[in-house]
């Protein structure tokens, strides 16, 4: 299949979803750091995933933390210095545009950058935490916000943050091994089970439970496509699947809502 008409195939795809939408009254979306990444946020997996040969599943762990803090608070200062230079993209815009046309929307976040709220999206679950806020390690009801401001002043030489009872401070993020807040994954499981249609955006697919996600909702009944530039091991189960940037295909997305 040439490139042409890998496109003209899309372009009917893109339709097809839109009609999807169009009939649709409550829809969900499950985004991943695909999303992110016309941001400039980089992805976990591949080859432009790994900080200084590290995988994700090596340094967001609590043993992780247990061992080496230092090494674990040094990854999320780099990514928070990162992410304080960010803005969002017209995928972020185009999911708040969308927002505005349904009764029901959901969208769950496995991204702990922020930006879907920043971009101005209002019924967001952020299943996974969020990178500015910080956590007591030994009492997790004490919570600490920080500001992207704040970034570019924590060097990797900086102390470690501690907690005004002296534990250590951990950023609130789910690492692997540790629960979701049960009140986000069942609110998220509600949402994808009452949805019409479930749009799976710029996400792997590997990482459970959010990963099962798009199961729940298809044995509910909706319709669930996958917008991504690269196969996932759930492409073969996705009822459409639309092969390109999230930043490019949402917003050609609300572009057919809004023209009715
Ligand atoms: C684009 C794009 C563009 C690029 N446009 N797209 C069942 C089966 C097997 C294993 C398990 C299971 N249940 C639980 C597990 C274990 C584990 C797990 O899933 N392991 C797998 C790796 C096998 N899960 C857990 O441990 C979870 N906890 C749990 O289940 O606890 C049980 C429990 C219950 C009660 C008490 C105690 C325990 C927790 C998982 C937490 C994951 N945390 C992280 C870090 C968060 C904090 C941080 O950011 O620092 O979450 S890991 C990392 O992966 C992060 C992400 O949210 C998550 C998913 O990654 P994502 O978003 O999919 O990113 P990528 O990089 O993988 O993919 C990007 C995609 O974008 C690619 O497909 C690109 O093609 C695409 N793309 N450009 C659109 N322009």
Not at 61 to 83: C, I, K, N, Q
Not at 192 to 221: C, E, F, K, W
């Amino acid at each position: 299949m040439n490139g042409k008409t890998d496109r003209h195939d899309n372009r009917s795809l893109v339709i097809d979803v839109g009609r999807l939408l169009a009939r649709a009254r409550a829809v969900a979306v499950l985004t991943g750091a695909g999303i992110s990444a016309e941001s400039g946020v980089p992805t976990f997996r591949g080859p432009d995933g790994l900080w200084r040969n590290f995988r994700a599943e090596e340094l967001a762990t609590p043993e992780a933390f247990a061992r080496d803090p230092a090494l674990v608070w040094e990854w999320y200062r780099w990514r928070r210095r990162w992410m304080a230079t960010v803005v969002p993209n017209p995928g972020h815009l185009a999911l708040v545009s969308l927002e505005s046309r349904f009764p029901a929307f959901t969208l769950i976040t496995q991204n702990v950058d922020g930006l879907h709220v920043c971009a101005g999206s209002r019924h967001v679950l952020e299943i996974h935490g969020n990178i500015w806020r910080d956590r007591c390690s030994r009492n997790p009801a004490h919570l600490f916000q920080r500001q992207p401001s704040d970034a570019a002043g924590s060097s990797e030489a900086a102390p470690l943050p501690r907690c005004h009872c002296g534990a250590l401070l951990r950023p609130d993020v789910v690492w692997f091994g540790e629960g979701l807040n049960p009140a986000h994954l069942d609110a998220a499981v509600e949402a994808v089970s009452s949805a019409d249609i479930l749009l799976v955006v710029g996400t792997s697919s590997v990482v459970y439970p959010a990963a099962a996600l798009p199961a729940v909702a298809r044995q509910a009944g909706a319709d669930v496509v996958e917008i991504n530039p690269e196969e996932t091991p759930q492409s073969p189960e996705m009822d459409l699947v639309l092969r390109g940037p999230a930043g490019v295909l949402l917003p050609e997305l609300d572009r057919l809502i809004r023209q009715g």
